[in-house]
């Protein structure tokens, strides 16, 4: 029942989420810590990695997956010899006081019910197999609430992603292959994931594995027994993602929601999100 809100909820705040990773705030942090900006890794996987600590590669690509581990130890754990995750931290909540009083000027202090309602429904997660959203969720409450929505958007997005590894994992996806099996249902265009660092003979032996399961033809593109497995993933991420909404109420999740669209807006308006993401909003269809 709680599944479809999972995901209508998921499209409201992933957004918002995601602006650590690209706005022109988060990326002078950054930079003030040392980190080169000229690509976008090496903050990502600082801001996304520091609330596990000084996490090593292994760690990293098992709550990850679908990122090559070759990739992964490029920047891991080298990030800490930059900085260390403690100021990470204090950094990542420097970049988004920034960016949502850039986005909302004045009335990024009017979020108080949205961040109240938020928390809540980070709260009432089960942090079993739930690695990222749990690191997440043991960092203190910042007071200012437009910071403790994001922070609780945090916890919620994260706790989906951990969720959908374990539905990947539970169709028998390695980590190339559910990136593959992505790409063959339409969710982005196959050289948008060349930024999970798996190289070309990587993703064609993942494809031949694929297709000897009958899940891709020969040009990469899913057959019907592919998109029904991709398919049950997404049905099952919302299954798994539907507890703290479940634990909130459909009201509150629509009050949410509703008190969530300015901020949306403005993150969209301000163009700083890619175009065509890898997470398939939009393009991946909702399963029934």
Known sequence: MFGPLARQMWHQIEPVHATVYFSPEAFEE?????????????????WRTAPLGTAGPRLV????????????????????ATAPPE???????????RTLRTLLGDSASDLKEAAELAVRAAESIEVAHRPLAAANLDLPWPDEPHLALWQ????????????HLTALQTAGLDACEALVAFASVGAAPVANF????WNSEEWAAAQERL???????????ATEAGQALRDQVERRTDELAAEPWRALGESA???????????LGAVFESGML???????IGKVRVPV
């Open 211 to 221: 297709a000897s399961r009958g899940l891709v033809n020969a040009e990469g593109v």
């Open 274 to 280: 890619p175009a065509t993401s890898t997470l398939g």
């Open 61 to 80: 690509a098992a709550t990850y997956y679908s990122f090559s581990p070759a990739m992964i130890a490029d920047y891991v754990p080298g990030i800490w």
């Open 253 to 263: 999740a629509e009050r949410l929601a509703q008190l969530n669209r300015p901020l």
């Open 152 to 163: 609780a958007y945090t916890v919620l997005r994260e706790h989906r992603g951990d969720g």
């Open 87 to 97: 100021q990470v931290l204090d950094a990542r909540l420097r970049a988004m006081d």
């Open 30 to 46: 950054a930079a003030k810590l040392g980190y080169d900006v000229v690509s976008r890794w090496p903050s990502y996987f600082a």
């Open 194 to 197: 060349a930024g999970r660092g």
